[in-house]
């Protein structure tokens, strides 16, 4: 059993809970960035309008220009940060997207280092049966020579291993997968 495809598994695994993170973020900003555009917008208008009152207050002398070019700065200001949100509302679903083809692309990893590291488990398994099943085999002929000696049809060998080794229930095979993944820690 390679004990590296467990640390990919874990890498790969805590890559994915990062990108679903970063994706949950996004989202959440993406709603902060509605509600702030909304926001900028009515305050760019209404900035506009001060911005206008103030131009004319200058041009009769009512306030110096440098209360008019204040009312333009602060315009100016506003129209950066609309734009700016507005910029980041343009990006959110393409940045969102590119995170989903991360995500599953991790997936993909994670399902194929998985099925290979299982597979890894069995041969393990299937090759200790093997090499400690000399006495089970000897067992099961004897038995299947029995059937045949004793007048009967010989059942087929697998049937034979069937009738000795039942296939487990349903309950004992989720039990068993509920250990396999406690014992195994890339799940």
Same mark, same amino acid.
């Given at each position: 059993?390679?004990?590296?495809?467990?640390?990919?598994?874990?890498?790969?695994?805590?890559? $994915?809970?990062?990108?679903?993170?970063?994706?949950?973020?996004?989202? &959440?900003?993406?709603?902060?960035?509605?509600?702030?555009? $909304?926001?900028?917008? !009515?305050?760019v208008k209404q900035a506009e309008i001060d911005c206008k009152k103030a131009v004319k207050a200058a041009m009769k002398g009512e306030i110096d220009e440098v209360e008019a070019n204040q009312k333009y700065s602060e315009l100016n200001v506003l129209k950066n940060e609309l734009e700016k949100v507005r910029q980041r509302l343009e990006l959110a679903p393409q940045?969102?997207?590119?995170?989903?083809?991360?995500?599953? $692309?991790?997936?993909?990893?994670?399902?194929?280092?998985?099925?290979? /590291?299982?597979?890894?488990?069995?041969?393990?398994?299937?090759?200790?049966? &093997?090499?400690?099943?000399?006495?089970?085999?000897?067992?099961? /002929?004897? &038995?299947?020579?029995?059937?045949?000696?004793?007048?009967?049809?010989?059942?087929?060998?697998?049937?034979?291993?069937?009738?000795?080794?039942? &296939?487990?229930?349903?309950?004992? !095979?989720?039990?068993?997968?509920?250990?396999?993944?406690?014992?195994?820690?890339?799940?």
């Open positions: 059993m390679a004990e590296y495809s467990t640390e990919i598994i874990k890498n790969l695994l805590a890559e $994915s809970e990062r990108k679903t993170e970063q994706t949950t973020l996004l989202e &959440a900003k993406h709603l902060e960035d509605i509600a702030l555009e $909304s926001r900028l917008s !009515i305050q940045v969102k997207e590119e995170l989903q083809k991360e995500i599953s $692309s991790l997936n993909d990893k994670i399902y194929f280092n998985r099925r290979r /590291l299982c597979e890894d488990i069995e041969k393990t398994i299937v090759s200790e049966l &093997a090499a400690n099943n000399k006495k089970i085999i000897e067992k099961l /002929l004897a &038995a299947h020579v029995a059937t045949a000696c004793g007048g009967y049809y010989p059942v087929n060998w697998q049937g034979l291993v069937a009738s000795a080794f039942p &296939a487990p229930s349903q309950p004992d !095979i989720d039990a068993a997968i509920k250990k396999f993944k406690a014992e195994h820690d890339f799940w």
